[in-house]
């Protein structure tokens, strides 16, 4: 595979440039000196892939694990030989930890956050980076004020196939993009919302598919497209009012700065986890993603340009492999002082996609970027 750098990241050495020199990255971060120590806030689900990445690392330690569930912590202390604690508030002062990893339910991201990087915590939130655009704006603007870092995880930005498709539309290999197209059809059942006290609410998940289960497709969709003029779409809970108050489905319409169009559906109502579909258009080919393989329509014959590695042991095949790929980029950024290119800012972007389509399946007029930021 060619080397080259990670689109939309200004190239230095340090950057995590393309995904056959992974391994390399990761050999030059474990030969530096030790000192960093990190801690994870919710000990759910996705955890294990952030505690999976920091336990890999020479010169970085877990230290500490924290939940308000007692059982839980204490297990996932007991697997990664680290403390537990049930309030994270006790990490503010520990001076043995540098970076906190949040993993925990939306409503939670943005308080947390502000509290640690004013205690001069580095943090890296799952996404989104919080609920609603002017508490990720907090975050943000704590970020500048402590000078510590926050990291976002959208990490399929950095599956092969995204980072293919990014370099064709940056170097124009294809001619001018024309369309884009992100698909999601994904299945959530009733227990699935009903068992976890935070999900299907306004006030602790802050929506529904659009930004939970379809928040990296957006988020790649306009990465892709760039700046846009308008979004507009609608949103629904087909299947599923009653059960949640907010959506299952949506469809959305970018009208992009550079002349692409790009359209999205995504759905929890579907009867199984389909693979995300992924389609980009150019004047001279078509770049399409199914089932995490990358293939080059041209001329009348298809050809494969990459497919995805084997994935992690625990993890689920819709997550993608990335995790590890972003959380040694992330430490990376922050053992050279450089700043993270997914940060709060960046990760602002997708949500404020978010809002505004929410608005327009509101009011059910023509939404522009300025109107979609409220707050």
Not at 41 to 61: F, K
Not at 143 to 150: F, I, K
């Amino acid at each position: 595979m060619p080397e080259r750098p990670i689109p939309g990241v200004k190239y230095d050495t340090g950057n995590l440039k393309n995904l056959s020199l992974f391994g390399k990255e990761m050999r030059a971060l474990q030969s530096k000196p030790s000192g960093l120590g990190a801690a994870i806030v919710g000990c759910g689900a996705i955890a294990p892939l952030h505690a999976g990445a920091i336990r890999s690392l020479e010169g970085v330690r877990l230290v500490a694990v924290a939940d308000t569930n007692y059982s839980r912590v204490e297990t996932a202390a007991q697997t990664y030989g680290c403390e537990a604690v049930t309030d994270y508030r006790e990490l503010l002062d520990r001076q043995d930890i540098d970076v906190v990893h949040l993993c925990t339910p939306h409503h939670l991201h943005a308080p947390m956050a502000v509290k640690l990087l004013q205690a001069g915590k580095h943090v890296l939130t799952e996404k989104p980076a919080a609920t609603d655009s002017a508490s990720a704006r907090r975050m943000v603007q704590a970020a500048a004020e402590s000078g510590r870092q926050l990291g976002v995880v959208f990490q399929n930005r950095y599956n092969e196939a995204s980072l293919k498709i990014k370099e064709t539309i940056d170097n124009g290999s294809l001619g001018r993009l024309l369309c884009l197209k992100g698909i999601v059809t994904w299945h959530r059942s009733e227990n699935y919302y009903r068992d976890s006290g935070w999900r299907g609410s306004w006030g602790t998940e802050g929506g529904g598919v659009l930004i939970n289960q379809a928040i990296h497709t957006l988020d790649l969709l306009q990465w892709f497209g760039g700046a846009y003029t308008s979004v507009r779409g609608s949103v629904s809970a087909d299947v599923l009012d009653g059960v949640i108050e907010v959506d299952d489905s949506a469809h959305a319409f970018f009208a992009f700065v550079n002349g692409a169009r790009g359209i999205f559906y995504g759905t929890n109502a579907y009867g199984v986890n389909s693979p995300v579909e992924l389609e980009a258009v150019f004047d001279q080919g078509t770049l399409v993603q199914r089932r995490d393989h990358l293939y080059l329509w041209q001329d009348g014959r298809e050809t494969l340009l990459c497919e995805p590695p084997a994935g992690i042991a625990g993890a689920k095949t819709y997550w993608g492999t990335g995790h590890l790929r972003l959380i040694v980029d992330f430490y990376s950024h922050l053992r050279e002082d450089r700043p993270f290119w997914i940060d709060g800012t960046e990760g602002l972007k997708a949500l404020e996609v978010i809002e505004g389509l929410y608005y327009d399946s509101e009011s059910r007029h023509l939404v522009r970027p300025e109107k979609s930021i409220r707050g």
